[in-house]
């Protein structure tokens, strides 16, 4: 993770303890309990505490820990509880001496992406410059297509082009070309996290595929039968909500001349995206690690993935309500402030 500053309160008062800029170093002694970690628990999501407590987890509010253990809002660890709770939206949980998500320090991504999902990125951007040039979309498809229509020489001499009249558009010389390539540079670092979860988004799609396969093998099983065609119904709710947010992202970057131009606003609303569709997906995560090599036969594997995938889908769907609306309605505290309570699980 990268080295930031750290944030200065809004009055500019010094504080009595000053933050590490990267890491959640608690002070209090309750920090340093086997097992100590923020996760969120419950539906809605709410950020709680956790420690060991014999064969089990004992949870406990974050309003009242603060106030168990005399945590001032304002001083070091209340001020790391806040950032702890901010985090959770974008890790599975925080431990004392974790590492602050880039996500809350900076806006950048925490996690990281593979060279491809960037080649990716640039190569929608660089079809979209043709396709401004020519006034005409072009058609993208998958990988492979995109690849084909920037390889070929005719997009390679058509490309040089283009960024020549982009400049122009944008009000610079036709020779600061390269500050164009440079924008796309920058957009490419952003979406080509968005690549790595549309990528990783397919495998909801595959499960969707061994359903209709499960169909068939279930025929003769009314009980089994009837929930595979229930699971199928709400899943298609979880990838429309998935495909939403990549269509939002596809279309603002469409408009490739406007993105370049507006590219700080650009930039916000991608990682706005790329951050709702990491939570999404950071949900789905055990039910994809259940379906993963399984044999679509009869047997307890698929029993189990079946239910994995019903109680995450009927948590998030029965209501109407999507998970990023979930995760939005409970900002850090909120639950917390209305309950002050603590429970313990064993």
Same mark, same amino acid.
């Given at each position: 993770?990268?080295?930031?500053?750290?944030?200065?309160?809004?009055?500019?008062?010094? @504080?009595?303890?000053?933050?590490?800029?990267?890491?959640?170093? +608690?002070?209090?002694?309750?920090?340093?309990?086997?097992?100590?970690? +923020?996760?969120? *628990?419950?539906?809605?999501?709410?950020?709680?505490?956790?420690v060991?407590?014999?064969?089990?987890?004992?949870?406990v509010?974050l309003?009242?820990?603060?106030?168990? +253990?005399?945590?001032?809002?304002?001083?070091?660890?209340?001020?790391?509880?806040e950032?702890?709770a901010?985090?959770?939206?974008?890790?599975?949980?925080?431990?004392?001496?974790?590492?602050?998500?880039?996500?809350?320090?900076?806006?950048?991504?925490?996690?990281?992406?593979?060279?491809?999902h960037? @080649?990716?990125?640039?190569?929608?951007?660089?079809?979209?410059?043709?396709?401004?040039?020519?006034?005409?979309?072009?058609?993208?498809?998958?990988?492979?297509?995109?690849? *084909?229509?920037?390889?070929? $020489?005719?997009?390679?001499?058509?490309?040089?082009?283009?960024?020549?009249?982009?400049a122009?558009?944008?009000?610079?010389?036709?020779?600061?070309?390269?500050?164009?390539?440079?924008?796309?540079?920058?957009?490419?670092?952003?979406?080509?996290?968005?690549?790595?979860?549309?990528?990783?988004?397919?495998?909801?799609?595959?499960?969707?595929?061994?359903?209709?396969?499960?169909?068939k093998?279930?025929?003769? $099983?009314?009980?089994?039968?009837?929930?595979?065609?229930?699971? *199928?119904?709400?899943?298609?709710?979880?990838?429309?909500?998935?495909?939403?947010?990549? %269509?939002?992202?596809d279309?603002?970057? %469409? $408009?490739?001349?406007?993105?370049?131009?507006?590219?700080d606003?650009?930039v916000?609303?991608?990682?706005?995206?790329?951050?709702?569709?990491?939570?999404?997906?950071?949900?789905?995560?055990?039910?994809?690690?259940?379906?993963?090599?399984?044999?679509?036969?009869?047997?307890?594997?698929? $029993?189990? %993935?079946?239910?994995?995938?019903?109680?995450?889908?009927?948590?998030? +769907?029965?209501?109407?309500?999507?998970?990023?609306?979930?995760?939005?309605?409970?900002?850090?505290?909120?639950?917390?402030? *209305?309950?002050?309570?603590?429970?313990?699980?064993?």
């Amino acid at each position: 993770m990268t080295t930031a500053e750290s944030a200065q309160d809004v009055d500019g008062a010094v @504080q009595p303890c000053s933050l590490r800029s990267t890491h959640f170093d +608690f002070q209090a002694r309750v920090f340093q309990a086997p097992g100590a970690h +923020f996760i969120l *628990k419950g539906q809605p999501k709410e950020p709680m505490f956790a420690v060991d407590m014999g064969a089990g987890q004992g949870y406990v509010t974050l309003e009242n820990l603060r106030k168990t +253990f005399l945590i001032e809002e304002g001083g070091h660890d209340g001020k790391l509880i806040e950032r702890a709770a901010e985090g959770l939206k974008y890790v599975p949980d925080i431990r004392p001496g974790d590492e602050i998500p880039n996500e809350v320090l900076d806006g950048t991504a925490s996690w990281t992406v593979a060279k491809r999902h960037k @080649q990716i990125a640039r190569e929608r951007m660089q079809v979209q410059l043709l396709s401004w040039m020519n006034g005409t979309p072009i058609g993208q498809g998958g990988r492979e297509d995109i690849q *084909k229509i920037v390889s070929s $020489d005719e997009s390679k001499k058509a490309l040089v082009d283009a960024f020549k009249r982009a400049a122009l558009a944008m009000g610079l010389e036709e020779n600061q070309s390269e500050e164009v390539v440079d924008y796309i540079e920058t957009l490419a670092r952003e979406l080509c996290y968005v690549e790595a979860l549309r990528e990783r988004s397919l495998e909801i799609r595959k499960i969707r595929l061994s359903l209709e396969k499960l169909t068939k093998v279930y025929s003769d $099983d009314i009980r089994t039968s009837a929930d595979i065609g229930r699971i *199928k119904i709400l899943i298609a709710k979880g990838l429309s909500e998935l495909d939403d947010i990549l %269509a939002n992202v596809d279309a603002e970057s %469409a $408009d490739i001349l406007g993105a370049l131009m507006s590219i700080d606003e650009v930039v916000r609303s991608v990682r706005k995206a790329r951050d709702n569709l990491h939570y999404i997906l950071m949900e789905w995560d055990p039910v994809i690690a259940k379906w993963k090599n399984l044999q679509l036969v009869r047997s307890q594997e698929i $029993d189990r %993935a079946l239910s994995t995938t019903y109680q995450l889908l009927a948590q998030r +769907f029965e209501t109407g309500k999507s998970i990023v609306t979930k995760r939005q309605s409970s900002s850090p505290g909120t639950a917390a402030s *209305k309950t002050g309570n603590s429970s313990a699980q064993k």
